[in-house]
């Protein structure tokens, strides 16, 4: 098993606060807001998934990240080109997979989601993957809303989602809703 802290790991300043980033050479598996128990546990979890992953050029990954989100950002990327390496049960990579397919700047409902990945009814279990997901942002579980297009959950915060959503219809991020609470 991958000791966790064999992860690459890179605290990433953003204008939602601070992100915890983890690569091994495959790519970025790892990307959390950081300041709470979820990181940490996000960092455990993905340690013990991707035992055997070499961490040697996980470096020059963090470093990429680190210049796309800034872009992000900015308003000026709207899909990351690094590569990626998240680690999960089939079934979450799935769920995963499917939001990498959800447009910059639109959202999916879970019920939408469980269709799409052939699970009709199995909203709540797309809901727990999409809680589980390691890499935040470029895995844009923040665009999945609730059935009535409320905004429903979110590890980061509800402010950071409605920051996301509101970043990725164009407004910039030195925005109100950029600050927290």
Request: charged fraction near 20%; hydrophobic fraction near 40%; aromatic fraction near 6%.
């Amino acid at each position: 098993m991958l000791d966790p802290h064999q992860i690459v790991t890179r605290s990433i300043s953003s204008p939602l606060g601070p992100l915890l980033a983890g690569a091994v050479d495959a790519g970025v598996c790892l990307l959390e807001f950081a300041g709470g128990p979820r990181a940490d546990a996000q960092r455990v979890r993905v340690g013990a998934r991707l035992a055997g992953a070499a961490a040697g050029r996980a470096y020059l990954v963090l470093d990429r990240l680190v210049q796309e989100l800034d872009e992000y950002f900015q308003g000026s990327r709207r899909a990351f080109s690094g590569p990626l390496m998240p680690a999960g049960t089939p079934f979450q990579l799935r769920v995963w997979n499917e939001l990498l397919c959800i447009p910059y700047g639109e959202t999916r409902n879970y019920e939408e989601m469980a269709r799409a990945i052939g699970a009709p009814g199995a909203q709540r279990a797309v809901g727990h993957a999409n809680a589980r997901n390691p890499i935040a942002i470029l895995v844009p579980c923040h665009r999945v809303v609730a059935k009535q297009r409320g905004l429903g959950g979110y590890g980061g915060g509800l402010w950071r989602k409605r920051a996301l959503l509101t970043l990725e219809q164009g407004v910039p991020p030195d925005g109100p809703l950029f600050a927290s609470g």
